[in-house]
């Protein structure tokens, strides 16, 4: 563990993105795959990646590339890949039916276990495979699901915040505006539509030659 | 302009952020605000808001903070907050419905002027004040729009991805999987659920005590 903790946290995040394409490589028999090969891919400049892999202690070879098994195994062993991580998603809505409807297992170590709604009319309905609850059963149900989807309105984002970390949530990925509260020991990824838009729009305004390097 | 090039990307990332509470303060009419009432608000540690607010030649003065107006004047120009920029959304499903129905112009620059889709039974709806055409009408429609959400089937994105590129688009938000393919002048953000997914847990067992930035 000791020397994954000093990857970068950008590094971090490509991640799951190098994964699910070497894992398609390595499905289409690849063994073999160059940086400039997995950068046009994964529209990731080749620099970067030659960087992030000397973190994990992969160094191409010149002509040759870099080994797609290996990478793959240490990829699926840094990122847990053979344990499967459950997840709640709390509202049902129209993003919410959005991500119940996305096939995240596929290549993926997390899966949307349960979905809870305040809507009668939601309640009861299969959506993707997964149920949907009524909301005043969070408590009974959420048994040992660490991470949550936030996709309620919000006006109700921090109160139901609340009750997720009550049940033991450690990590949430909110996609309310709500620039939610929460103790030291739980992590929150924020994704606010909004603002991805208007960050996209000055990028283009000031940075219009860079290349997007997410 | 030669100022703002300066900035750094992370930098520039957070300015929607900063816009929009100190736009909040502006409206309460407070005058000033601090580094750590800003940091408790917007969670973003305030090591990282002093740092930031560096770039913009703003120097919070101790026991004071920061003066609401100047900041808010700074943003404001930063951002072309004056500006409004046009967009245009591409697949009206459950995804694309939810961004539709976000109120978008609230503290925001940008506006979905209208959305395509190609199925007949969502075509002439209007959800969120905006009108669904088909997807036949896309090249007819556009107009000087250089914005587009994508919100398409995977199988779908990189021919829709053309044809947006081909009407003039220079910036596309991408929320499908797929890692789309444009020449250099564009730029391309892409938000993929799983892989956002993905990264929350890895940040959860990896770096379980760190505060996100973003």
Redesign the interface.
Known sequence: ?TD??K?P?AT??R???YY?FLHNLHLQGKNRVSSKQLS????VDSATIRRDFSYFGALGKKGYGYNVEYLLGFFRK???HDEN?P?TLVGV???G???L??N?TK????KIEMAFDADKEKVGEVIGDIPVYHVDELEDRMGSI??A?LTVPVSEAQKMTDRLVACGV????NFTPA???VP??V??????????????????????????E?
């Open positions: 563990m994954q903790q990857i946290q971090a995040k991640l799951p993105l699910r046009e891919a994964i529209k840094t990122l847990d991580t997840v809505g129209n993003l039916t959005a991500f409807n996305y995240f290549n993926n170590n997390t660490s991470v989807i450690t990590g949430i990925l620039r939610i509260s030291s020991d992590r929150v990824h924020h994704i606010d539509l909004a603002i991805e838009l208007q960050s996209l729009v000055y990028f283009m305004k000031h940075y219009p030659m860079d290349q997007d997410e």
